[in-house]
Structure formats: structure tokens, C-alpha cells
């Protein structure tokens, strides 16, 4: 099972390398990790997206609480939620499929950004499943380069995360 | 008051108390050496290698429940101080490790004794720091104290850079620390006592297991008291011998690997668990596939991740263990008249048959000389009173099958780590802390030799521990397991080119003895123990086929104990 971790991580150098080498020294999956500073500037927000049975998600949760520089933590796939994914996609585009393209984009609600005559930069937000839905649709065309931010979120209930 | 950081530093152990520091100087500690220099209040002992340091903060820590205190300088200093600081870890104890580091400039540059210490110690330490200012010096030992002594303990490394010991600060040494990411333990819900007594009532078939937690809450009396009141079978782990007297009739041994036929067999059979700060780790579970199959477990730990990590607890309870067995004890007290012997005599009848298999047994030989027998007669000698350090290997399971521990903390061996020249370190560590009780480290010539030095250091600070040395010329674990798995292959276990022991000891400036003869066993341990101001390096010629019986052997579960050969089980 996927599950989003949302971890408050104090905002201490050397924090990042504590949760990520938990995760590499007990064998646990990291199927993307995202970290920033939140609006309280001694906090940072760290969303890890895991993959686990129901055992080894809760020590995982156990694990990272352990951790000193950990001052709260929720798996935010337990209850309604919201997640979202950045992803940039440089392709090659001919004049014939510009137009096409724009229609996918569109439908996806996302961005061109016009590199050069012949290659372009597709934009987007969304869940991970709709940027691989995306990706899919862009299969016609040869993508140079991908970037995806890795997954951030919120819990889309009335609670929150306080240190 | 105005100080330098060395100054700082030294001053902040002072107010935490600390009597002593064992450490190694070398180029970035040497402000803080400078300052060790200036006052009289902190003593610092001198090891001839980190990795004693820690061994020795270790044992002056097991041994008095206090923090152990460490100062190492930077790349090397730092690096051989690992083992000794995951050995900690794994034991959970409480120790404080001080780190010099390169100037704060130098950092990243690969200076000359650069090593990234926060790194390389955080799978190994509870938490780490890294002390960018002077200001942060005293605050940040503070925390690292407070981390390293608090909830499950475990060792806190400050590593501090040799410019920021120079600077000047004004010193105020903070009463607490609070951390906000670092809460408080949990404490147990009345409801849950009160559900796990009731299951304590009803069972038929109960066992209490502890661990060393016990030993590090200091909860041995709160657990002695329920037992009797209860009236159940208690075993303790390999960490936690002496929590329940090794001669009370209720006692049915060390558990696990090595453990009791009767401790693994009334595990198995058991229908209630009650785990006190204890951890089911591989050593005492064997395997999990046939693990207790009919047991409810209650399991006490002030660690939440222990808690359903190897066996999923029924009724776990997440506070100190100590707090937790008192709560136990008083709601036994209001529930008195439940408590009925009757419903588990039957299985007491089933566990002195076990017990009857006499699973320790060994053959007596007047020829050679066996190591059990030698730890038979170290208890007799030193009246069970003594402290007993010891290294990795057979000797380390014949200490814990055969000395009979009565009290905590008086057994110190690194049972989770397994660390192999842990014995001398922790027993002068051990001896500095209690100058006049009787100190044995057990070992092995394997394991000796891996911190053979610090006799060195026993002989600078007149600290006369008694060394048992088992020599059976093999590593004698490992030729246990190649006979048993390996088809007899020896591959590199045999100890060629051994020193003369005696000589060495003598060297060292010390009385050494070498003993090969049963008959002269108990003599030569009556002479060593007379002599009270004089470290003796008692090498002891043993057996070099004996095994260490029973054994639960990899893959195999508590009911599928191999027994030594001869013995009742098979003659049966």
C-alpha cells in the first residue's frame, strides 16, 4: 500500500540526512521525498511517499518519531487529503503538433513554455497518478528531459500538523 | 562569568555532575585538555585507545545507572570511538561523547584529522550535534545529558570544533533544557493495568520475560515483589540477569539462544507473556514462525517502536517500566483475593519436569579444566557479589549460564552489539566506580587481545580488576558453529602464536597466573581475589571442545532445543 507521510521536521542542519538514512539503514522504501521550509521559519515540511503492509508502516511512523529532530508527524493517506506533484517535461514539438499538444496540456490544465522553434516545456500540477496519466498521453512525442518534484500534500479536513 | 569554550565545556560536566571523563587527547581537543588542566574537579583517565573509552564510560555507566562520559579528538580519536559508542546503542546506555573537530573553517576541506562525526555516528547514536558557536556550547551539553539519560537512553555525541573552543563566551549553565520535537515519555492508562491484571488473573500458563529494561529503570524490586505476589515462572534475557535472583525457586533461568530448556519451553507453551522492558529480538525469539503459539502478550516498553516491531503485542503498554510494575503491584494489591495459585499449579508441575532435564549439565573432568567449572567457582570464591564484565564468545555464555546473578547491574556484557574486546575497558570502568567491590572481567584470548592495552591504563590508575581469561586456543564460538554447521571446517578460528599471558600481565606490571589443572582452579582464584591491590591476569588453560549447550540453533524455535550430548533429555 502508498501511503503520504507528512513530517514537521526541526529546521536543523543535518535533519534531511536523519529521516533518510532511517529509511536506507532499516530497508524501507522511499518512493519520493520532498522538503521546505514551512511559514514557521524553525520548521521544515517533509512529505515522504512510502510503500508497506500495515506492520511496517507503523514502524515506520515509530521510527521517524524516535527521531529528536521529528516534532510531529501524520500519514495524511489515513483521511481525506489533498496531493500534489510538479512535473516539467522538455520535448521535441514540430509545427504540425504544436496544436495537438495544446489540447492535451489544456485538458490537464497545464502550461507550454515555448523553449525554441522545435522543443517546448509542458507544465502541470496534480496527483501522481494524473501526472503519469499526462506522461502517457505524451507519448507520441520524444521527451528530452523530466523533472518531478516528488509529492507534496495536506490533510483536506478541518485538522493540522503542530509542532 | 566569562570563559573560553574549552572552559565551558569542562564546566558544564562539572555541573552535570560527572566525576569522571574517559578519553584520548589529540590535536582539536587539545584546548579542551588544556582546560581538563586548570581545575580539579572533573577527573579525566587516560585509555590507550578510544574504543576503551567508551568500553569504559560503558561499564562506569551500567554499573551506577549514571551517564557515561567520553572525550575523543577528531578523524581517528572519533572513528575508533565507534564501536564503542554502537555498542551503547545497542545496549541502550545512557553515555555522552565529546568530539573535537577541525576549525569551523576547515570543515569540508579534508583538513588533516577531518572526519564528518555527526555523520559516521548517526545510525549509532540516539542524537547528535554539531556546535556551531560558542554560545550553543553549554545549552547543546545540556540537551546531549538530557537526550542520553531520558525515555529509552542511548549515547548523544557533541562534536565541537577547535576554533569555537578558543572563543569566549559568558557561561550560564541552563537548570533544563526543553525541547519541544524531544516530549516527555508516555505514561500507562489505568485501564490499561487494569486489563492487563485481569489477563494476569486468568491465565494458566503465564511467564514473565525481562529484559534490560528492567535493569536501566531500576524496577528490580517492584518486579520481584509482583512476581511473588503472582507466584509466576520469571526469565530474564541475557540483559537482564540479577533483575530476579538467579537462586529463587521462581526463577527458571536466562531465556533464548543459550537460555534454560525450561525458560525456552515455558515460553513456547505459555498462554500469557508479560515482557517488561524487554524487546523479542532475534537471540530470544528464535525463530518467529512457531513463536509462543498460544500466548497473548503484554508487552511494557517506554519505546513505542518495540512495541509490534518482532511480535504483535495484545495489550502493549508504552511507559517506564518501573512506573508501569508499580501501577501492577498496586492494582494486585486491590484485586488480592483473585489471585488463585491453583489454576497454574499444573503448570508449574510441567516446569520443574523441565526443569529436571538439568539442561546446563556438564561433564566434570579432573583432568582439564572446564570453563563452567571456572565460573562455578568465581561465584563461590566472590560470594555471587562481584561485578562481571565480559567479551563476545562462549565464555561470555558460560558467565551468564553459570555466576548466578542476584543483583542488577552487576552483570555487564555488550549483549546486543556483541562486541569482542568490551571486557577489560568496561571493568576498569566499572572499578572506578566502585573501588572496592570485587571487579571479574570474563573473557577469552580471542577477545582479550582486541583491548589487551588497557591493562596499561588499570595499572596508571591502580585499578585492580581480576582477569579470567577461558583460553581454550579458539574462538570458540566460532568453531562451536563450524562444528555444528560447518562440517568441522576450522576455518581460521584456531588462535596460533598466543602470548605468554604471564608474561604479558607482568609486563604490564601486573601479577599474572597461569592455571591448567581442575584441582588448582579454586586455589588460584582464593589467591587472586587475596590479593586485593594487585590486577591479576588469571590465564586459565580450558577444554578446547567444549560447547555451550543448550542452543537453540539458527532457523529452530524454543521447543527445538539441541541439548549437549549425554545428557537426560537424550538418555531418556
Not at chain 1, 526541526?10 to 524501507?28: D, I, K, M, P
Not at chain 2, 515455558?266 to 500469557?272: G, I, K, N, R, Y
Not at chain 2, 517506554?302 to 509490534?308: A, G, H, L, T
Request: with cysteine; charged share 20%; glycine share 8%.
Amino acid at each position: 500500500m502508498r501511503h503520504i507521510i507528512s513530517v514537521l521536521l526541526e529546521n536543523e542542519s543535518g535533519a534531511l540526512s536523519r529521516v533518510s538514512g532511517l529509511f536506507s539503514a532499516r530497508g524501507y522504501n522511499i518512493e519520493s521525498l520532498t522538503v521546505a521550509p514551512t511559514n514557521d521559519p524553525t520548521l521544515s515540511r517533509m512529505t515522504i511517499v512510502t510503500t508497506g503492509d500495515e506492520r511496517r508502516i507503523d514502524q515506520i511512523e515509530k521510527q521517524l518519531n524516535k527521531l529528536v529532530d521529528v516534532a510531529a508527524l501524520k500519514d495524511i493517506t489515513r483521511g481525506g487529503h489533498l496531493e500534489r506533484e510538479i512535473v516539467l517535461a522538455k520535448v521535441i514539438v514540430t509545427s504540425a503538433q504544436k496544436a495537438e499538444l495544446e489540447t492535451i496540456v489544456k485538458a490537464f490544465n497545464g502550461s507550454l513554455i515555448t523553449v525554441s522553434d522545435t522543443q517546448c516545456i509542458v507544465e502541470m500540477s496534480g496527483s501522481s497518478e494524473k501526472v503519469d496519466e499526462l506522461l502517457k498521453s505524451l507519448a507520441s512525442l520524444t521527451i528530452i528531459e523530466l523533472a518531478r518534484s516528488g509529492v507534496t500534500g495536506l490533510s483536506s479536513d478541518e485538522s493540522s500538523l503542530t509542532a | 562569568m566569562q570563559l573560553t569554550g574549552a572552559d565551558i565545556v569542562v564546566k558544564s560536566l562539572e555541573k552535570e555532575g560527572v566525576e569522571f571523563v574517559f578519553g584520548y587527547p589529540g590535536g582539536a581537543a587539545l584546548h579542551i585538555y588544556d582546560a581538563f588542566h586548570r581545575q580539579n574537579e572533573v577527573e579525566h583517565i587516560l585509555v590507550r585507545h578510544e574504543q576503551g573509552a567508551t568500553h569504559a564510560a560503558d561499564g562506569y555507566a551500567r554499573s551506577t545507572g549514571k551517564p557515561g562520559v567520553v572525550l575523543v579528538t577528531s578523524g581517528p580519536g572519533i572513528t575508533n570511538a565507534v564501536t564503542g559508542i554502537a555498542t551503547a546503542y545497542m545496549d541502550s546506555i545512557p553515555m555522552v561523547v565529546l568530539s573535537g573537530q577541525v576549525m569551523k573553517p576547515l570543515i569540508g576541506y579534508d583538513a588533516f584529522q577531518e572526519i564528518d562525526a555527526v555523520g559516521i555516528s548517526r545510525p549509532c547514536v540516539k542524537h547528535n550535534f554539531l556546535i556551531q558557536d560558542v554560545e550553543e556550547i553549554a545549552e547543546t551539553i545540556k540537551k546531549a545529558f538530557h537526550i542520553a539519560t531520558t525515555g529509552r537512553p542511548g549515547p548523544v555525541l557533541v562534536d565541537i570544533p577547535k576554533d569555537i573552543t578558543a572563543q569566549v563566551a559568558e557561561f550560564l549553565y541552563p537548570e533544563s533544557v526543553e525541547m519541544r520535537s524531544y516530549p516527555e515519555p508516555a505514561t500507562a492508562q489505568p485501564s490499561e493495568i487494569v486489563t492487563a491484571v485481569e489477563a494476569m488473573l486468568n491465565a494458566k500458563r503465564p511467564v514473565v520475560y525481562t529484559g534490560g529494561g528492567v535493569v536501566l529503570a531500576h524496577a528490580q524490586e517492584g518486579l520481584r515483589d509482583m512476581v511473588k505476589t503472582l507466584g509466576f515462572p520469571c526469565t530474564n534475557t541475557l540483559m537482564g540477569l540479577g533483575a530476579y535472583p538467579h537462586d529463587d525457586p521462581q526463577f527458571i533461568g536466562m531465556l533464548g539462544m543459550h537460555g534454560t530448556y525450561e525458560a525456552n519451553m515455558t515460553m513456547f507453551e505459555s498462554d500469557l507473556i508479560i515482557a517488561l522492558g524487554a524487546r523479542f529480538d532475534d537471540r530470544i525469539t528464535g525463530t518467529l514462525d512457531n513463536f509462543a503459539p498460544n500466548a497473548k502478550v503484554i508487552h511494557v516498553d517506554i519505546d513505542p517502536s518495540v512495541i509490534d516491531k518482532n511480535i504483535k503485542a495484545d495489550i502493549p503498554i508504552v511507559a517506564d517500566v518501573k512506573e508501569v510494575i508499580n501501577a501492577f503491584n498496586a492494582e494486585l494489591g486491590r484485586r488480592r483475593e483473585d489471585i488463585n495459585p491453583s489454576l497454574i499449579a499444573n503448570w508449574w508441575e510441567k516446569i520443574r519436569a523441565w526443569q529436571g532435564l538439568d539442561s546446563f549439565w556438564y561433564e566434570k573432568s579432573d583432568t582439564i579444566i572446564k570453563p563452567q567449572f571456572v565460573v562455578e567457582k568465581l561465584h563461590e570464591v566472590t560470594g555471587g557479589e562481584a561485578y562481571v564484565t565480559s567479551d563476545v564468545g562462549q565464555h561470555q555464555m558460560f558467565a551468564a549460564q553459570f555466576y548466578g546473578f542476584s543483583d542488577t547491574h552487576k552483570w555487564i556484557n555488550s549483549g546486543g552489539l556483541g562486541t569482542m574486546g568490551f571486557g577489560l575497558p568496561s571493568a576498569l570502568g566499572v572499578k572506578i566506580a566502585h573501588r572496592d567491590a570485587d571487579v571479574a572481567c570474563i573473557t577469552g584470548e580471542g577477545s582479550i587481545q582486541m583491548c589487551i592495552q588497557e591493562l596499561a591504563t588499570c595499572k596508571q590508575y591502580d585499578l585492580p580488576v581480576k582477569v579470567i581469561n577461558l583460553n581454550n586456543r579458539y574462538l570458540g564460538m566460532v568453531r562451536q558453529w563450524q562444528e555444528f554447521s560447518y562440517e568441522k571446517r576450522y576455518s581460521n578460528s584456531y588462535m596460533d602464536s598466543l602470548p605468554d599471558f604471564v608474561a604479558l600481565a607482568e609486563a604490564y606490571g601486573h601479577v599474572g597466573m597461569q592455571i591448567d589443572k581442575p584441582g588448582d582452579v579454586e586455589g588460584a582464584l582464593r589467591e587472586a581475589f587475596a590479593m586485593k591491590d594487585r590486577l591479576v591476569f588469571m590465564d586459565f588453560i580450558t577444554d578446547q571442545q567444549e560447547n555451550v549447550y543448550p542452543m537453540i540453533e539458527s532457523g529452530k524455535g524454543h521447543s527445538e532445543m539441541r541439548m549437549r550430548p549425554g545428557s537426560a533429555s537424550l538418555a531418556e
